[in-house]
Structure formats: structure tokens, C-alpha cells
């Protein structure tokens, strides 16, 4: 994760122009009170992300690899973090790719993979299997109609 910034919570309504601004390049902010530590803030995708992927180790799902995650199975969720869940969750036992993921949450793939390399989540680069690299294609194809 990026080094934090730390500013005290008497500065905070003063400089918080500069705060959202750091959180918002993805790099957290430590509030503190007497020196210590107090309260974080962070980017909102940063928290989802985080939260799915502690839900996905804490109570890890029976997913089978190349199981796949259709956009019905998304798109009939409500709930933004149970979105994330579902399809992070996919990502981590290897049943998406993380192009799928960027498409199912409305990411680019690079701000995603920028994500989860400073939170630290396991990066899967690259297809493994046939399956995986023809999922990846159709993908790209939906997103690029114009592409041969």
C-alpha cells in the first residue's frame, strides 16, 4: 500500500482540499490526535476492494475455476460492495481474469491493476489456459466493437 500521509485532526478542516486530493491519487490518509494514529482516510474503490477481498479470505466461496461470472449474475446485485464481493471473489480463485473484473466493476484494467498493486491483492497477469485467453478476447472485442 502507499506510504500514508499523516496530518493531525486539528489541520484536517483546513487542509482538506489536500486530503481528498491524496486519496483520490490512491494514496490513504492517517488522521491523528496526540500523535497517534486516529482514523484513516481512503479512496472508496481502494475501501471496496480491500473489504471484498478480507470477505473472500474470511469466508472463502466454492467457486470453480473457469466457472466464469456472467453480467446477469452482477447486475441483479443491488448492493456496490456485494458487486465487488462477487466478482473479486471470482477473481481470486481464478475463475475471471482481471480484464473480466475491470469490465464487471466499470474499471479500466489499468486503474485496476495500478489498485491492486499498491493494495497489495494477488495480480493473475496473462491467460493460463485457452479458455482463459479466448474470455479474454471476447472481452476486449466487446469493449472495442471496432476491433477485427
Known amino acids: 500500500m502507499s506510504t500514508a500521509y499523516r496530518i493531525r485532526r486539528s489541520d484536517l478542516t483546513r487542509k482538506v482540499g489536500e486530503v481528498f486530493k491524496r ?5 490513504p490518509v492517517v488522521v491523528e490526535r496526540r500523535g497517534q494514529p486516529e ?13 471484498a477481498v478480507m ?4 469466508h472463502p466461496p466454492q467457486i470453480a475455476p473457469l466457472a466464469g461470472l456472467s453480467d446477469e449474475q452482477v ?4 448492493d456496490i460492495q456485494e458487486r465487488y464481493n462477487l466478482v473479486i471473489a ?8 482481471l480484464g473480466r473484473v475491470a469490465e464487471l466493476l466499470g474499471l479500466s484494467w489499468f486503474d485496476l491493476r495500478e489498485r491492486f498493486r ?4 494477488p495480480l493473475r497477469l496473462g491467460p493460463e489456459t485457452v479458455e482463459e485467453a479466448k474470455e479474454e478476447v471476447r472481452a ?3 469493449w472495442m ?3 477485427p
Do not use: F, K, N
Open 23 to 27: 486519496v483520490q491519487t490512491g494514496q
Open 39 to 51: 482514523a484513516v482516510i481512503m479512496d472508496i474503490t481502494d475501501y471496496r476492494i480491500l473489504r
Open 55 to 58: 470477505a473472500y479470505h474470511a
Open 75 to 78: 447486475e441483479g446485485l443491488e
Open 90 to 97: 471470482h477473481y481470486l480463485a481464478g475463475s475471471i481474469s
Open 118 to 121: 499498491r493494495l497489495d491483492v
Open 140 to 142: 476486449l472485442r466487446e
Open 145 to 147: 466493437p471496432e476491433a
